[in-house]
């Protein structure tokens, strides 16, 4: 039984979704360029999760930045806010245990009904897909990506199951297989395995001796990808999307070269899913 | 594949750190040029004489195989195993294969791209491989010291992917530190490469001394011989030396534990090493800082530094690097840790200024014949404002420039408390120098017979020491004044040059907030005023570059300048330069003179000329400088001048100026007191001062400083008494009996109480000079009675007693002084003066006009007197003249003016003194319900006219009116500690209600609409309201601050503007506060915080908060980002705050409450979801 208390404060975090969702939103950046204010004009060192007023919504982007920050990228700008969301979203994900997170998706399904959580599925499936796309920070800021890579692993898992639990129509069932929703979820799985930065033989001596300790939850995503494999193949059959197909062989070819023996078992299974 | 014919080149390369062979092959000549261990020996023996690395050998040595890279046939084998997930066992297992068989290691390595080609061996024909062993692998000879035995022993694995870094070591294990610095500079090393062959040598310079410095912290960190302190600052460095030498090179932006070295871990399940576990929100605070921090400038960067800092026990971390402030900042409250910095020390601390160490080493100048000594006087020099900012060191060289009262004495000091704002600005450090000796220099005098003669007089008089300073209990003269040698008819004190440097240390340490500087020497060059006139501003002259105005000091030497020109310069000049060396730190004084007792003790301290910006309970000044300023004696020059002719009718040198100044302190019965004057610092005191003497002038500035030491009994009775006389050059050879000059031709005195209560004025004085010829019979009471200043504009008007006016007419010279008081005795205020001794005012109507009238004295004089201000304040408001509560608002609005005080910059340090005072000097029990009416009567009429301002007022200093309050309380409970229970419980009860009516006032005041003036209010009571928590919490119970919180915050019904912004500050600041590190409180807070925050963040919803205009949407919009991102980071708090409790080792170290706690975690990490 689920309090309605709870259910409002699940939808707090539905609120975090769409915070970064309007960090994002190009009528926010339009406004950040248009209105002067002390908040709005970009400074050169920015205020981690400020606690004085006024602070400034964008920064100029660090010098060692390698790759300027997905949606302000003509300008160099570091939204502040996407990172801090990100992080804070991440966070969360990463403070609950697999059953919380798999139990809070069955309230949604089972109070709100299944569109619901589709849309809070695809919410946060495109907000994982542009944390992964360096939207919220940088490439090299070593430590946030390697929890961004953990945390999607680990909440994937639990997303995979009632994917496919509960938006699997059954054959001759009424209900319209959710062609969006199943892309999005494809195209952040295969985002997050193609992901540049899980591809160890191309780490530096010092990031591979710090990542040591997060090479063994990627054993979980060989099992994700293990779940999401009946999934694919009913898929499959009905359409065909090119950013799914794009990441799923470059992720695929990525894991060929060199016949790196970790994820030979990720390989066969994708390969098997094609 | 075919034999190979002839010859064979072999190329080996061996990575030390990291096992990858690279074998290279060609064909030339019919020779084997064959890199192996032994010169001209046969295979067979290789194992035994491996020490030779280069040798030739003949072709049949050699055996040449065709091989695949997986000649063993198992390289499938272990990649068949890994592929069954048992990459682990079959890692350990196959190191073993590999220890066993070390050689031939090249060909098993089954990810070195380089062994799919074909690679040749070192080993003998078939026939003599009798051992694997006999195969040996192949050393450039810079690994000639590798024994035979340790090539045996097992080898770092092969490169990755294994699940154990190449750089790992037992060290680690207990210091990861030690291998993240390996496996760093193993990955710079590679990149030096790179920045070579790019011709990028500036970073290969920055990366080499990061690898330098890097490397030798390692090695510290291995021997373990630092204490558990240095180790961390050692520490610490290495870690922001990794961050900046990533940074510099573009790699990966890494984020160790800052004191730890770790990577830090955010996890919060299963096995965590707390070492370096930080919450994730925190990580990612110090992922951005470090980001952001500037990789700096390669010469900021040295190794001594880093080696000095590392050896040198309690000297700070982050001595002279600029990145290594970043993990400064992350380390102390740090701003760009936003919400996530600590909040203040609650503790008094003392307040810290900048010090600056003055050494001098050598004085490479000489001014002075034997005999005559040079005074030299050092201060501190503000170039903006034109103004000193210390009083001055003085040091008296003889004429071997070593000290002159004790020749073995280092000559030093250190200039003290120099203000954050102060070393912003370009500082000088200024010496002006003095010649006390003969009228002329010996340069102008030139001829040979009269040096001589002055010498052999100089030298017998004074013996080996030229300057009587070391006998002067032996004559009165002495004694009375320590420049013994000015009493000297022939001595005068006469301006000689100046010298200036820019203490350029002080501000890089001001802009990189260093806590001490490195010695640094430099010199001063010396240069003399072209007029004499213009000594006093020579200083300004030299920095302002006016080259008319001075020049180095010539030396008269004749022809041989013209014939030697290459000489050493030093020879032609007469001074040449001063060689200084200049230590900065920062801190307390009284703490780095502990600190520092090797350099510091006994060392003269150059005080500040006034107070920094406060003064603490028990701090301890009572002196006034005087500024010998500027004197006019053309008025009576005239009739001297005429006398002087026709007593001396030589009448060649003319005697028109020359006028010496002598000062002293005098009581009111006309007696000297004793040794009450220096020149500041350095030289012991004296009894009378005796100014410079310029030479044919009749309006000489002197421009110098004395102190005058202030008694703390009967100051009222001192006046200063200044004595004119004329100096004459040619008087001695005249002969002492006449001694005319001696005798002064004015006097003027100046009264410290002119009207017996109150201080005399700083500034500028100008006095009156009367008459001296018939002084003696003058009594102090005569003189005392006329006035001791004139109007510059009228000098007519002033009425002078008959009595003096016989004895002792007004003359028309004037003298004009800068007087300053520096005390904490004394005020010059008399309202101050009249509420310090308010007891003694029985007029109700009167203490009021004064309280009234407090509120508009100067802040400076306020800070002084903080204790002594605060006393008689609350001393009225409990006295028996205020017993019907009448004076409660006068009282209060004057003290709220004082606690005013705290929120201007300008008093940074105000706090900690406010602090101390209301902890140890605070002692008015019954003070807490006057404070809480007086807060009331204010609540109950927020919007009018009157009230509005003070109620503003008030609430800005709303914390330290609660900590008044309470701690009054504190004191009330005391008392009440000795009468019966029943009575506390009921004066206990009385409080609260009227802590809680004054809080219902307050509520009522946030939920009031109208006018719209009321935001104002609002707005700063918002902003206050968390900072009486704390106080709240030592009255209520901590559940009952939570009801406390959550009805002010529903009591903001205006929800409008920037409003919104400074509530969710307000709930941000009660997530970081202690409310919610209390369990108990955090249950409750979570779900109110949660309701709180809601409507603040989300999807901006164009309808509800956009205007009709386009402008006026996007400000809406902003104002939505920015309420979002404060929301956030609300729950970033709450996050942090909630996974810091999770991972707490005493929690972790106590298995029950470590299952009780899992048990909670479970709950609360059920809950977590819910939360946000």
Known sequence: MISPERLLLLRLRCRILESYLEFQNPASLKAIEKIRSPTTSAHNIPVTFPESYPFSLVSNLPKSAPNAVGALENKALYNAGLGETAIVFLTLALSSPRKIWLGSLENIMEIEGPETLAAFLIRMFKVGISILSNDAFPSNWMNANILVHKVLIKIMDPIATILEREFVPEEGSSLAFDINLWREAFHLLFKLLSSEQLVIEEFSPQVYSTCLSYLLPLTCTLETAGCVAPCWRHQRGRSRNPDTTMELSRSTSRRDCGGRTYCSRCKSTVTELL | MRPVPHVLLLIYTYSFSSPRYAVCSHRRAPVTWYPSTSSYKTAAKVDDTQQVFIGIF????????????????????????????????????????????????????????????KSFKLAPPPDQANSVRARLPVYPASLRSVSPTESHAPKPLPPRPSLKSGDDTISGAEQPIVDEIASALREWHTLMFQYLARRDYRLFQIVREHIEALHLGRRQLLSKTLSAEETINLRRQCVARLVNGNIVQGLDIIVRHPTWGGLVTVDVEGELDTRSWVSAVRMYAMQVSLAYSEPSSPGVWNLGAFVENATTPGNPAFSSQTALQEHARLRSNSKSLGSLGTPHSPHPTRAKFYHVFLDLRAFVASPCAPGETAELFFNLYKSDGARFVSEEFCAVLNHQGVLARDPTSRIRTIFTDILQSDAQDPIYLVCKIVRNGSMKMGSTMGSILEGGRRTS?????????????????????????????????????????????ELTQLKQMATEQLEASSTREHTMPIFVPTHENTFSMLHQDILNNNSKEFQKSPRFVGSISLIRPRINWSFYFRAEMLAVSIKVFYGDAGTIIRENTSLLQDTPLSLRLGFPDVVFPGDDRNELYIKLWSGDFTASQTSTARRSVTNFARGQV???????????????????????????????????????VFQRTNQPTYGELIKVKLPYHNAQALHLFFTFRHRNVRERSIGRSADLSERPFAFAFLPLFPDSRAFVEDGSHTLALYKADRISQISPEIYLSAPFW?????????????????YAPLLRDTLIIRSSLVSTKFTQNSVLLSLINWDKISDREVLSTILTMFTFVDEKDVVRFLQDIFNSLFAILVSSTNQGGEMDHLVFNALVTVLGIVQDRRYSNFQPVLDVYIESHFNYPTASSHMIRSMNRLLLDPTAN?????????????????????RSRELQKQEEGLSSASSTEQSEQAFKRELKSHLSEVNRMMSTVAPASIIGTQTIALQHFTSILPELGKVFPIVEL????????????????????????????????????NPQSRTLLVDSVVSWIKPHFGKFDEYMHGGDSDAAKDTARIAWLESIRLSITVTAVMLDKLQQTLVSPAILADKIALRQEQYNIDTLLSLLPRYV
């Not at chain 2, 300073?469 to 000689?496: E, I």
């Not at chain 2, 009157?946 to 309470?966: D, G």
Request: charged share 20%; glycine share 6%.
């Open chain 2, 457 to 501: 007089e100089a030298s017998f008089r004074d013996g080996p020491y030229p300057v009587g300073f070391n006998d002067s209990s032996t004559t009165d003269v002495s004694m009375m004044s320590g420049r013994g040698q000015s009493d000297l008819p022939s001595h005068f004190r006469r301006p000689f040059g100046c010298a200036v440097l």
């Open chain 2, 1042 to 1077: 939570v009801s406390i919180a959550t009805k002010f915050a529903n009591a903001i019904s205006m929800v409008k503007g920037k409003m919104v912004i400074w509530k969710l500050i307000m709930y941000l600041q009660i997530v970081k506060g202690f409310l919610f590190d």
């Open chain 2, 654 to 692: 003319s005697t028109t100026g020359n006028v010496q100044i002598s000062i002293e302190v005098r009581d009111q019965y006309g007696h000297t007191v004793e040794r009450s004057i220096t020149q500041c610092s350095g030289e012991p005191e004296m009894s009378q001062f005796h100014s410079m």
């Open chain 2, 946 to 966: 009157e009230t509005a301002s003070s109620l503003r007022a008030a609430l800005k200093v709303w914390y330290y009116l609660l900590k008044f309050i309470t």
């Open chain 2, 58 to 117: 003949p072709k049949s040595h050699i055996f040449i195989r065709d091989e695949s890279p997986d000649a063993e046939g198992r390289l499938a084998e272990v990649a068949a195993m890994i592929n069954n997930g048992q990459s682990a066992e079959v890692f350990a297992q196959w190191t073993k294969d590999v220890a066993a068989m070390e050689a031939m290691k090249e060909e098993e390595e089954p990810f070195a791209h380089l062994s799919t080609r």
């Open chain 2, 790 to 806: 004139t109007p510059s504009s009228r000098p007519d008007q002033v009425v002078i007693p008959p009595e003096m006016q016989k």
